[in-house]
């Protein structure tokens, strides 16, 4: 065991910073949003001009996109957790702009690596790690959520196009989005994970219509989009007419930053204890309450867990091991520990929990009661608690799969 | 950057896992349970062949001179296992005496300890569920040490007790061996009958000073803290892979009970808490050689967040097993019991978080 970066990675760090210092300057990084803050968390990612020449040239050096073929934009490099992690750390350190995210470079890129046409990676790769072309996930239906494969939007061949009618819902950034890649229903009388297909659908297409959908904390972070005959070229089909189940499951398989997971729970955590200092309750800071700070040292003990589990994710990785349950668990393990914390913070704030947001007296400017609802939100996105214990339980500890058909 | 075990750690834990599934299955473990003193020479002397006692002995006195984190894996086997007898309170002791650095103690006592010829123990708690160092009611005057430490383990068969006391200069470690003049040992019934306690009378009782301040007594007690915790997840783990292996075989309502979600996410939640507390606990012991200013805080988090998990584990254990769980001849209660030793020795879990607030500086 050992914490400390070798020599050779030392030296790949100090090369890094030297590119930062000559490519990215102080006041470049005034200009961005704070890496962990809440804009951040929003994904507000920079894609102007300054930002995509800075990309350019950091991918140039391979240090972005490293699992991406220079012919598509990539950086191209042979797989390394361990630089990942460090070119991750300079970068946040520096503010630049890093890799984009969102559900374009994180999901559908892989997914065209692994099954796209060399046409559809030519044509949407190199876009997308660039923030050019903005994509949305056309997954979750009004009757299809945790149970996923009993989507119902219709996709018919007509000639050269999909004609797609349906509606999906739960789509991030679908105003914002220039495409969305989607699953929709192929063949109606195969099993429901056989008939389904793997479509990208121009978002300027006749016959969408895009609603906000506004949610509990007020905002309106998602939509609903409605498809209506569309048509979809043939070709935009990704991988195997009625396959698009398999297809969807691609993932970064090559390396991810494995640090990092609990950068925005350590700041929330953060966040409460100077509010704990802050706030007086019954005349003394609630920190001075025996129970708030045993309480505080409970949840730090979780996170702890959690970000060395990212340390032992990373070395896993690094040495070519499976990590098996200790991956598995993550998601249900940070989420519970976030909602854990805004409910303690909305704990400590007390009777003036009772104000909302934007409300002047409330302590923090009323974050922590969108914490605590978005507390929420994140431990039902991409999967809900429930479902993360099936696969915790089936994949991770070898228990029979349910009656489920 | 590296946070993982090195094939030599490896090793030692398949070493000892291994050695201890044959020699000691849980029918010798309750065997020795059920003796007068809970300790078995002979498995003793098979542990120190292996080089167990002597982990953290240093090189010069005959033992291996690793670091905590080898004793910490060796400690999770033994909570594994649910294994009877001195390894902690020897483990304390080692680590008391290296702190020490007190020369002519450690040479006399830590070649014995490594080879498994003597027994050694840490006796630092007080009436009163006190652990600290600085209230201690001990006193040593002119070389004699008077007061009363009423949970000191395996004290019946000690061979010499590092007491924890306080003279006219403040805490200090003093070393008192076994049958000494005014020194009384009454074994006690515990709880987990696998670590035993016994109450000890000091009165007038002649004692070598061999460390002056509190700072071996802490470091012995934080390496009791980590090791604590490497025993919790070694004992929740085992009490988490019994029940997936009894859900997997024992059928109701015509299927496997593993098969029911109620089962299942009782269990993943089980599995989603230990599994990342293992890197916690990995992280205490590693800081305790290698990060200074955070060994004590991290301790005393590993200590409170690991024995509170594994309360848990053995909890949920037994309900999901039912009434089988609930039976004497059923092994899940030696685990049972000894989730409740590691919760209450050397101090409860909140109060271990208080202090880690302390030393955060709330």
């Known amino acids: 065991m050992n914490l400390e970066y070798s020599a050779e990675y030392e030296d790949f760090r100090a090369q890094v910073r030297r590119f930062l210092a000559e490519q990215w300057s102080a006041g470049d990084a005034a200009r961005q949003p704070d890496p962990d803050g809440m804009a951040a968390f929003a994904g507000a990612v920079p894609t102007d001009e300054r930002a995509t020449a800075f990309r350019l040239k950091a991918i140039e050096r391979g240090y972005l996109y490293r699992h991406v073929p220079r012919r598509y934009g990539g950086g191209e490099q042979p797989p390394d957790p361990l630089k990942a992690t460090l070119i991750a750390e300079e970068f946040r350190r520096a503010r630049a702009p890093h890799e984009m995210v969102g559900q374009g470079p994180s999901m559908l890129v892989p997914t065209l690596l692994e099954h796209g046409t060399e046409a559809q990676k030519e044509r949407f790769i190199p876009g997308t790690l660039l923030g050019k072309i903005r994509w949305c996930q056309g997954y979750s239906e009004p009757g299809a959520g945790s149970d996923l494969a009993s989507l119902r939007t219709r996709a018919v061949l007509e000639g050269d196009a999909w004609v797609v009618s349906g509606q999906k819902i739960w789509t991030s950034s679908a105003r914002e989005s220039d495409w969305m890649f989607a699953l929709v229903r192929t063949e109606p009388d195969r099993p429901k994970h056989d008939g389904i297909s793997y479509l990208l659908i121009d978002m300027r297409t006749p016959g969408i219509e895009v609603r906000p959908l506004r949610q509990m904390t007020g905002d309106a972070d998602f939509n609903e989009v409605f498809l209506d005959q569309v048509r979809v070229p043939a070709e935009n089909l990704v991988g195997k007419r009625g396959q698009g189940w398999v297809v969807s499951r691609s993932t970064l398989k090559h390396e991810r930053a494995l640090i990092g997971g609990s950068h925005l729970t350590r700041r929330t955590f953060d966040g409460l204890v100077m509010l704990a200092r802050a706030l007086e309750v019954r005349g003394r800071p609630a920190i001075q309450d025996p129970v708030v700070r045993s309480r505080l040292v409970e949840l730090e003990a979780r996170l702890f867990a959690n970000e060395y589990q990212g340390y032992r994710l990373l070395t896993l990785s690094a040495r070519g091991e499976e990590p098996g349950l200790a991956a598995l668990v993550m998601k249900l393990a940070s989420t519970t520990l976030g909602y854990d914390i805004a409910k303690l913070a909305m704990e400590v704030i007390g009777d003036r929990a009772l104000l909302a947001p934007g409300e002047p007296n409330a302590p923090a400017m009323g974050l922590f009661g969108t914490a605590y609802m978005w507390s929420l939100g994140v431990l039902i996105a991409g999967g809900t608690a429930n479902i993360q214990r099936n696969i915790i339980a089936e994949r991770g500890l070898g228990l029979p799969r349910d009656s489920r058909k | 950057m590296d946070f993982g075990l090195s094939p030599d750690q490896v090793l030692l834990k398949q070493a000892i896992r291994r050695w201890l599934e044959t020699e000691c299955p849980t029918t010798r473990v309750r065997a020795i349970m059920e003796s007068d003193g809970g300790h078995d020479p002979r498995l003793w002397e098979g542990l120190a062949e292996l080089g167990v006692p002597g982990l953290q002995v240093p090189a010069a006195h005959g033992g291996s001179g690793l670091e905590l984190l080898d004793v910490a894996l060796a400690a999770e086997e033994l909570g594994w296992c649910c294994t009877p007898g001195p390894f902690l309170a020897c483990a304390l002791a080692t680590a008391a005496l290296v702190a020490s650095g007190n020369a002519e103690a450690g040479a006399r006592w830590l070649p014995a300890i490594a080879r498994g010829r003597a027994i050694v123990t840490f006796a630092l708690g007080e ?119 009894y859900a997997l075989t024992r059928e109701q309502f015509g299927e496997p009970i593993g098969t029911f979600q109620a089962v299942k996410h009782q269990l993943a939640d089980l599995a989603a808490d230990l599994d990342p507390a293992l890197s916690l606990w990995w992280y205490a012991a590693h800081a305790y050689d290698h990060i200074p200013e955070r060994a004590e805080r991290h301790a005393a988090i590993a200590k409170a967040h690991l024995t509170d998990l594994y309360d848990r584990a053995a909890r949920v254990a037994t309900e999901l097993h039912g009434g089988i769980g609930f039976t004497w001849e059923y092994d899940l209660h030696l685990w049972f019991r000894r989730a409740v030793f590691d919760r209450a020795f050397l101090g409860e879990a909140t109060y271990h978080r208080l202090r880690a607030a302390e030393l955060a500086g709330w």
């Open chain 2, 127 to 245: 009436e009163g569920d006190e652990w600290d160092a600085a209230r201690l009611a001990t006193r040593a005057r002119g070389g004699a040490l008077s007061g009363r430490k009423p949970l000191v383990p395996y004290a019946a068969i000690a061979d010499a007790i590092l007491v924890a006391a306080e003279d006219g200069d403040g805490p200090g470690l003093w070393l008192v061996e076994g049958g000494a003049r005014g020194l009384g040992v009454t074994p006690l019934k515990g709880t987990d009958m696998t670590r035993r306690v016994a109450a000890v009378e000091l009165e007038a009782t002649p004692g070598t000073k061999i460390a002056a301040g509190r700072a071996a007594i802490d470091r012995a007690r934080d390496a009791g803290l980590v090791l604590l915790a490497a025993d919790a997840y070694g004992g929740a783990r085992r009490c988490l892979d019994m029940t997936v292996k």
